[in-house]
């Protein structure tokens, strides 16, 4: 279910979102998703809608009385910048950022208990939200929600690879739901035959289902649709008319660019 309030939630540079990013959302809602989208805007859609709708869970309570928070990490500190400036925008949850820049990694666990029980939804950098999770500070049991940004980076960043490590190791009642975000499911080339091979890893690091959009109208809206047009070029060596009236528009242009006083 969705908080009243947040129904109501306008803004300035509110947007219409398109039927694929509705159809990702739907599926986020029902099961752990990885949504490959190429804007960065369609995938912020999906978070902050998933965010909004699972708000009750994180409203309820505060962390440090048995609720629960909502999770959004990154690769680095200036996406992480970038998306809680986004979600304090267009959520009305109290929006926490955890990186290195902060010295989080030396905070006392007082501290740290104090810091997380101000937000609803947190948004940290991988290996800072590896330390908390390693040194007790969170629990993967007190999390409703669990966003990845770029989650193809779990072929190769090491901090998104234990977390995923230690998210299987938790019992699957106190599993949060996981959104994996990307623009690109391999980010790296490969050969067709190797594709399905790469996405089934992807699914199974994640333990989720990669979703695309069963509507292909509403792609092809939106997707560039070129014009070709086949240009013969004479082989004589003679000018046309139209050769010779492009020579005297650029002769024009010329003598007026050299004539022209930029100061």
């Known amino acids: 279910m969705m908080l009243p309030l947040m129904m109501d939630l306008s803004t300035s540079d509110n947007f219409t979102p398109r039927d694929s990013e509705v159809e990702l959302f739907e599926s986020a809602k029902s099961k752990n998703t990885i949504a490959c989208l190429k804007a960065d805007l369609g995938k912020m859609f ?7 709708e699972k708000a009750f869970e994180v409203c309820s309570s505060p962390l440090q009385l048995g609720g629960f928070s909502s999770v959004y990490i990154t690769p680095t500190v200036k996406l992480a910048l970038q998306r809680s400036a986004y979600l304090r925008h267009h959520t009305p949850l109290k929006v926490g950022i955890f990186h290195e820049k902060k010295g989080v990694i030396k905070w006392s666990c007082q501290r740290w208990k104090d810091e997380l029980g101000k937000s609803q939804v947190l948004v940290m ?7 908390a999770i390693q040194k007790d500070f969170l629990e993967m049991s007190k999390l409703n929600l669990l966003i990845l940004d770029d989650c193809h980076n779990v072929m190769n960043d090491e901090a998104l ?7 299987e190791k938790s019992a699957n009642s106190l599993h949060p739901r996981i959104l994996g975000l990307t623009a690109s499911i391999v980010n790296n080339i ?5 594709l399905s091979q790469l996405i089934t890893i992807l699914e199974n690091k994640l333990q989720s289902a990669i979703s695309t959009s069963n509507n292909v109208l509403s792609a092809l809206q939106h997707s560039t649709r070129p014009k070709e047009l086949v240009c013969e070029i004479s082989s004589k060596p003679e000018a046309t008319r139209l050769e010779l009236e492009i020579m005297d528009r650029v002769q024009q242009l010329s003598s007026y660019l050299r004539d022209h006083r930029y100061d």
């Open 46 to 52: 999906v978070a902050v809608m998933l965010i909004r």
């Open 125 to 131: 950098t991988y290996q800072v939200f590896l330390e």
């Open 161 to 167: 690879k234990k977390i995923l490590a230690l998210y």
């Open 190 to 194: 490969c050969k067709p035959m190797e």
